[in-house]
């Protein structure tokens, strides 16, 4: 019986001030722990989701540039041909993340050659047209001006740069899945970071 | 005592707190810094080989008319005239590809066209590139490429003995250099060094060309 007492005597000596503390403590440092975790773990995804897209747009823009090589090419590289060259690298890193190929919509809605080459040139774009979490690869082509016979006093070949091959340049944009929480990032949607990755490079192009 | 005892355990937690959240700030600014690093690593390198692939997508013997001029991207314009055609087509893909990013780099600018580098075996003594006449030198690429004068004269562009020895073979090599700079981020908070990224690429003439 003595015992028992001694026992709720003790515990009523007991301080409570330090659970108390440790609870302000544990919910000061969660916020703050998650925060940098949470932080360094987004950065690194960025980082190989980044990369990746570098190499990616880097290959893709060497398969555009040979695509019109051929004696027989006169058209711009499909845009659809260009990313299934690098579908594969781009799935395997953008995980969580849709990816596209920059069409014109069809009657049927399908996804017919944009005969303009109008790719977006932000992710923002890309948001309005194709919602959150999407990135799209986009081969445009801008061509010389065709060469003219030059006025008097000027030199052929006339205008400057109308004998040079097509540029093309391959970009990726859109949203990539990110850890970034709702309100936080640049993203409306939440858990997204912008990304806009290009690569541009000559064409080969024979005379037809 | 007891009072006394519960404001030094107060204070002792309000001090490590104070000492481990810019420990922590300080690690977390760092490793965005890498990642950072590493990402500006990769697009120079794809800028750098699209470059020196470029080259042979102009004509072997194509030279730039008199007013030409590229990029300007970097707050530079470059004149090419007269200098091989291969040599602003690789400064396009360059400037064209290193697109992000930009505001954080310091570019050490070198001479845009060179010819005549050689890495050199045993028989003959490595020799360095000379610049092309009228070639700028306020470029953020340097390529080192050959060309064909219209009279017919070869200029030789780089020669690599590693490559078909040992006469080697003549190849094209662009290369960049910058220094990463985070005083303008909020990362300058924590990052105290300033990387200097290099990259350099090295492109085959393809079998067939114009």
Known sequence: MGGELEGVVRLRRMPRAPSGQAIVEFAVVLPLFLFCLIGALDAGLWAVQTSAETSAVEQAAMVASSAGSSPTSETAPDARAVMASISGRLRSALFGTAIKSWCATDANGGCAPDSTQHCPSTPAEVQAADGPRVVVVCVSEADPPACVTPPPGQVAPYPLGCGDSPMITVRVVGFVASLVPPGFGPGAGGFELPTNISATTHTLRFAP | ?210
């Not at chain 2, 028989?123 to 004068?149: E, L, M, Q, W």
């Not at chain 2, 909020?186 to 690429?201: D, E, K, N, R, S």
Request: proline share 9%; net charge neutral; with cysteine.
């Open chain 2, 1 to 210: 005592m007891r009072r006394s005892r519960r404001r030094g355990d107060d204070a002792q937690a309000v001090l490590e707190t104070a000492l481990v959240i810019p420990i922590l700030l300080f690690l977390i600014c760092n490793f965005v810094a890498v990642m950072v690093q590493v990402t500006v690593q990769e697009q120079l390198n794809a800028a750098t080989a699209l470059a020196a692939q470029s080259r042979f997508q102009a004509p072997e013997n194509a030279v730039d008319p008199a007013g030409s001029r590229c990029c300007g991207v970097h707050g530079a314009t470059l004149v090419t005239a007269g200098l091989p055609t291969g040599c602003r087509y690789a400064a396009e893909s360059f400037y064209g590809t290193m697109t992000t990013y930009t505001g954080l780099l310091h570019w050490q600018t070198a001479t845009l066209c060179t010819s005549g580098g050689d890495s050199g075996n045993a028989a003959n003594p490595p020799a360095k590139p000379v610049a092309y006449p009228g070639s700028p030198a306020n470029a953020d690429v340097s390529c080192d490429i050959g060309s064909i004068k219209p009279g017919g004269a070869v200029v030789p562009g780089y020669v690599d003995r590693t490559l078909n020895p040992p006469s080697g073979l003549d190849v094209v090599t662009c290369s960049a250099s910058a220094s990463l700079d985070f005083a303008n981020t909020p990362l300058a908070w924590g990052v105290f060094w300033t990387p200097t990224l290099h990259a350099q690429a090295e492109a085959l003439p393809p079998p067939f060309r114009q």
